[in-house]
Each structure stands twice: as structure tokens, then as C-alpha cells.
């Protein structure tokens, strides 16, 4: 038990560090310094082992243990749970994910209140590897190693607004052609010097993360943007034309506002009349998104408005918006890679940062509001309801008829059940939206929204539930090449 006891107290560190937004340097190091700080008995080296690989199940984990129901009968005394949350996820952890699958503990009530959720623990971990489309957990884990917490794949897209009047497109893929002569036909092919082109997103590349992106003037002018594969959908789907009006309601710091802008304009403009209105809450992160359109080539297309907008866009300011792009803050369980975190706090902090460092400015502000003492299950629930008032206040709009709503969480509470929130509201019913089916979302990309999820409130209708899982989009961390990823689109007639 005493094991159990210490590495509660390292894994309760770790969520506050995460919380905060501190995870630096390596998951080791952290360990260690917990360790220390609460004078552990047990051998560090033990703990190191357990909590690397629990951090990475945890967010699976979490997942299981809330549809199994082990958090709900917890005994009490003296009206509080006898047992931890996090010491019950510890022996999930090993019952479930270690390689003996056992509980290492002697006769102990923790263990036989474990050992009662046994069969239906390891039912939902069977459920959610097939809702995943895994073959095998090992599969996803075993990538996630902490040496290599990176992403697998470089991506990065042309920006058309920069290109030279003269080639367009063409002149920035020639010189691409000089860095990267040998183009491989998937993404896991990739080596250095290697580039791929990506099938789902029109000029999107891929390259080997240790080739350095940074430093070449395409870059430093704007001409190429870092951008998750993923991350790239949301504008994709929308597919604005040259006379959309767009809101993107949660904009910096401004990937897919760029990106949106690239789809409306197409190439080089010197049209002065905006077409984007961005809107993002907090004005630190505002000055990167302006930075970014700036660098983008896209100011004179986006207007940027600092505030919450929910209160400052209101459908009578913006009647003639056409499409949104929704893509509010959520818990990033979808995220990896404690470097790209880190990188951005730093920004956020004003310190200086790796020079070489190439993460994409990737939406790692999450949910700072709702993380910081709430466990899993109201953070979510707290989550799920903001993404659902953004997403209803944009379906406001008089003229919108298009709206990608996206996070870059695994939670189904954040994805499919907002969705389902959405097609159950009446006001948004009468509104007539609906669910774009899956040939208007990237047809042949294979991860679809977890139909499950769709029957549990669609009992009777098993086709709707398939046609509505099937317009939604997942993507896997890592395993897909990039961050875990969810994406749908709404459309209705007017
Ligand atoms: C997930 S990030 C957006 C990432 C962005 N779409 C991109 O691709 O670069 C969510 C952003 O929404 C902002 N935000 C949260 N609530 C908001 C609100 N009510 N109004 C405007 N912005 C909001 C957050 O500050 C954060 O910058």
C-alpha cells in the first residue's frame, strides 16, 4: 500500500504542475523532484516507471473508470471517500495497463473495491479500443515514449496570400522541390530531407521533425506556415469562397484564422475589404493572432476584436456573416508533447524561447478557467457547456449557413455529446442546422465520431446515428500523425 500512498502523492504533483501549465523538462525530473518534496519511502526509480506510463493511459483511463462507475460508490467515513480518485486510478492502471495486469498489493479494501469493478473496468477498455479503432493499446502508447515526445510529422502549408504573383503556388513547391528533393507516399515514410504531400489538405507537407523549418526564408516570410495536419481541417471543411463573410469566434492564436483567409482570397490581394472577423478573448493572445495575420499578409482581410464573444458579436453587428469557425478552449487531451506547452507558456511569460524551437503555435491555452481544482468529470461537464453556448450563440447568426465546429480533445464530452446537445435544442432545430454528412467533411479520411455515442440518445434510429457519426471527424494523437483532433460541421438552408 505504501507504494500506492507515494505514488498518489507524485501523481497528485503532476496534475497541479499540468493544470498550471509548469510541466518542464522531462517527466523524470519531475518525478524526482516530487519525490523529494514529499520525502517518498518507496524507490524513485519504481515510481518513475509507474507514473510514466500512467500519465500516458491517464486520459483513457479517466475515460474508463467514469463509464465503469468505480468513482460513483466510493465507501465513506466519516462522510469523505475512503479512497483516493487518484489511487484508484493507480490500480486501474496496473490492473489494466501493466504488463502483469495485476494489482501489486497485499488483501487491502482498496484492492477488493478494485477488484469488484474488475469485469466492467475491463469492458469499457475493450469498448474504447474499439471505438478508437485500435489493434492493440500497445500500438498507441508505445510512440508516446518521453524521448520522443514530439510530434511524428513536421506539417506545414503554402500560404497562397504569400506567393509570387508571377508562379503562385508553383514557385513556392519548386523550391521546396531544392530542400527536399525525394517525396514519399505516407506520412510514417517520412525521413530528413524526405517531404510528403498531404492527400486530405491541398498544399499541406509534411517533413521530418528534425528538419529544420525555421531557419528558411519561405518561412521567415511568411510564405509557409507550421500547421498540425489536423488543425487544418476546420477551414478546409468550410471552404469559404471569395464573397463569405467568416466569423472565427476563438481566433488566436490564429491558425485557422489564417488558413480560412487563404481559402477566401485564394493569392496575393490588395483588396481592402474584410472578410474575416476574429474574434479572441484574451488580449495577450489577441497580440499573437494580430502578429500572425500580420505575418500571414492577411491584415487588411481580418479585423481583429478583442473580447468575449458571446457579448461583443451580435447578430445584428454581423448580419451578413455566412460561415463560422468555432474552435473554443477545451481540455487538449488531444495534445502531446510537453515542449509545445511548454514553448507557449514561455511566450505567454515573455521569456525567451528555443530559437529553433519549430511547434506549430498550436491552441495549448486550454482550460485554464475550469482545470485548476475540478476533477475530470466537472471540468468536462464545465467545458462542454461554454462549447456549447459559443457554438449556439454563433448559430444565431441571420445569414450563417456553415459552421465548423472543432477541439483538439479525445473526450467525447467535448465532441460528440456537444453535438448531440446542439441537434436536441429546439431554438437551433427551428433553426434548421443540421449535421453535414460525411461527403461535404473530408470523405476519405477513415477516423469517424464514435457512433455510440450517438445511439445512447438516438436509441431507435440506428442510420442516424451512423449518418451523424460519420459527418464528425477524429483524428488519434500521434497515431494519426499529429495531435488527437475532433472536427464537425453543421449547415442548414436559408
Ligand atoms: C483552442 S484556442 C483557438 C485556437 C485557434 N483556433 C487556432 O487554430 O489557432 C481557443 C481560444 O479561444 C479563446 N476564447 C475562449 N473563450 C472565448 C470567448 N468567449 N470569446 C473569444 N475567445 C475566446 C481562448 O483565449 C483561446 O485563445
Not at 524507490?43 to 509507474?50: E, F, G, L, S, T
Not at 496496473?94 to 479494501?109: A, V
Not at 498531404?198 to 521567415?220: A, C, M, Q, R
Amino acid at each position: 500500500m505504501n507504494f500506492y500512498r507515494d505514488a498518489t502523492w507524485v501523481l497528485e504533483f503532476l496534475e497541479k504542475e499540468d493544470a498550471k501549465g509548469k510541466i518542464s523538462g522531462s517527466m523524470q525530473s519531475i518525478v524526482l523532484k516530487s519525490c523529494k518534496i514529499y520525502k517518498v519511502q518507496s524507490n524513485p526509480k519504481h515510481i518513475y516507471a509507474v507514473m510514466a506510463s500512467c500519465w500516458k493511459y491517464k486520459p483513457y483511463l479517466e475515460t474508463i473508470m467514469k463509464k465503469s462507475g468505480i468513482l460513483n460508490n466510493i465507501p465513506k467515513k466519516n462522510g469523505k471517500p475512503r479512497f483516493e480518485r487518484l489511487t484508484i486510478l493507480l490500480l486501474c492502471h496496473d490492473l489494466l495497463f501493466s504488463k502483469s495486469k495485476r494489482i501489486q498489493m497485499g488483501k487491502h479494501p482498496l484492492k477488493e473495491y478494485v477488484l469488484k469493478y474488475k469485469t466492467s473496468l475491463r469492458s469499457e477498455m475493450v469498448k474504447l479500443q474499439v471505438k478508437m479503432k485500435l489493434k492493440s493499446w500497445g500500438d498507441l502508447i508505445s510512440s508516446q515514449d518521453d524521448a520522443n515526445d514530439i510530434t511524428p510529422v513536421r506539417w506545414f502549408r503554402i500560404n497562397p496570400i504569400r506567393t509570387p504573383l508571377s508562379k503562385g503556388v508553383e514557385g513556392i513547391l519548386e523550391e521546396l522541390e531544392k530542400k527536399f528533393p525525394t517525396r514519399v507516399d505516407h506520412w510514417s515514410k517520412i525521413e530528413q530531407g524526405t517531404i510528403y504531400h498531404d492527400e486530405f489538405i491541398p498544399n499541406l507537407f509534411g517533413v521530418h521533425t528534425k528538419d529544420k523549418i525555421t531557419s528558411h526564408e519561405l518561412y521567415k516570410q511568411g510564405k509557409i506556415i507550421i500547421q498540425d495536419r489536423a488543425s487544418c481541417f476546420p477551414a478546409h471543411v468550410l471552404n469559404p469562397g471569395k464573397d463569405d463573410i467568416v466569423i472565427d469566434s476563438c481566433a488566436a492564436p490564429g491558425n485557422k484564422t489564417t488558413h480560412t483567409a487563404a481559402y477566401i482570397l485564394g493569392g496575393p490581394s490588395k483588396d481592402q475589404k474584410i472578410q474575416i472577423h476574429a474574434f479572441e478573448k484574451d488580449p495577450e493572445r489577441a497580440k499573437v493572432l494580430q502578429k500572425m495575420v500580420r505575418t500571414a499578409g492577411c491584415a487588411r482581410t481580418i479585423e481583429v476584436n478583442v473580447g468575449d464573444f458571446t457579448k461583443i458579436a451580435t447578430p445584428e453587428k454581423f448580419k451578413n456573416v455566412t460561415g463560422f469557425i468555432v474552435d473554443p478552449s477545451c481540455s487538449g487531451s488531444g495534445i502531446f508533447g510537453r515542449k509545445f506547452i511548454d514553448t507557449l507558456n514561455k511566450k505567454k511569460e515573455g521569456e525567451d524561447v528555443d530559437e529553433d524551437d519549430e511547434s506549430e503555435s498550436i491552441p495549448v491555452e486550454q482550460d485554464e478557467e475550469f482545470s485548476k481544482k475540478d476533477d475530470l468529470k466537472t471540468r468536462l461537464s464545465k467545458l462542454a457547456s461554454f462549447q456549447f453556448q459559443v457554438v449556439k450563440h454563433a448559430m444565431t447568426f441571420p445569414k450563417a449557413r456553415k459552421l465548423v465546429y472543432s477541439t483538439c480533445s479525445i473526450h467525447a464530452e467535448e465532441n460528440e455529446r456537444v453535438v448531440i446537445d446542439l441537434l436536441l435544442d429546439e431554438t437551433i432545430k427551428k433553426a434548421g442546422w443540421r449535421v453535414a454528412n460525411r461527403e461535404k467533411v473530408i470523405p476519405t479520411w477513415p477516423r469517424r465520431g464514435w457512433v455510440d455515442e450517438f445511439k445512447e440518445v438516438f436509441r431507435d434510429d440506428e442510420e442516424k446515428c451512423k449518418e451523424i457519426a460519420g459527418g464528425c471527424i477524429r483524428a488519434l494523437p500521434k497515431e494519426d500523425g499529429g495531435i488527437g483532433f475532433f472536427a464537425v460541421c453543421f449547415e442548414r438552408d436559408i
